[in-house]
């Protein structure tokens, strides 16, 4: 007789685990309906990790820092499609002819490419003080 109850002690026991193994793997196989407990029970359990996982888990997702140009530089084109470069006289030490035409491409070429400066002009504010150059530029 104490074979009999404890067959059935056995039975009982494996009987919750197993409904609680076919549970899972009904949650794993997404054998639920739309619309029942255990859909919304999945569903909100997606979405928790969806939420809550950043704040654990480190993705190593974040931006790549942008260096921003050390100069301000406007660039546009005008209707023949010849290219200007607008480049503030704060980054342009006084000088000669050459030395500001070497100053000016070397802001303007790491933005462009290879380029020459076909001409330069100075952009004068309301005081008659140089505030920037406009450059045009060729595209070698």
């Known amino acids: ?70 100069t301000e530089v406007m660039v546009t084109t005008d209707a023949d499609g010849h290219v200007f470069y607008q480049v503030s006289a704060s980054d342009i030490s006084a000088g000669d002819d050459h030395a500001v035409r070497d100053q000016l491409l070397r802001i303007i070429e790491p933005i462009s490419g290879a380029v020459t400066i076909v001409s330069y002009e100075t952009v004068p504010d309301d005081k008659g003080r140089v505030q920037s150059y406009k450059v045009l530029v060729k595209r070698e």
């Open 1 to 70: 007789m104490q074979r009999a109850d404890s067959t059935t002690a056995e039975v009982s026991a494996s009987v919750p685990v197993n409904d609680l193994w076919r549970t899972i793997r009904s949650y794993i196989l997404w054998q639920h309906e739309r619309g029942t407990l255990h859909y919304d029970i999945m569903v909100t359990l997606i979405l928790l990790f969806i939420f809550l996982s950043p704040r654990v888990i480190e993705y190593n997702d974040k931006p790549i820092p942008r260096i921003p140009h050390p």
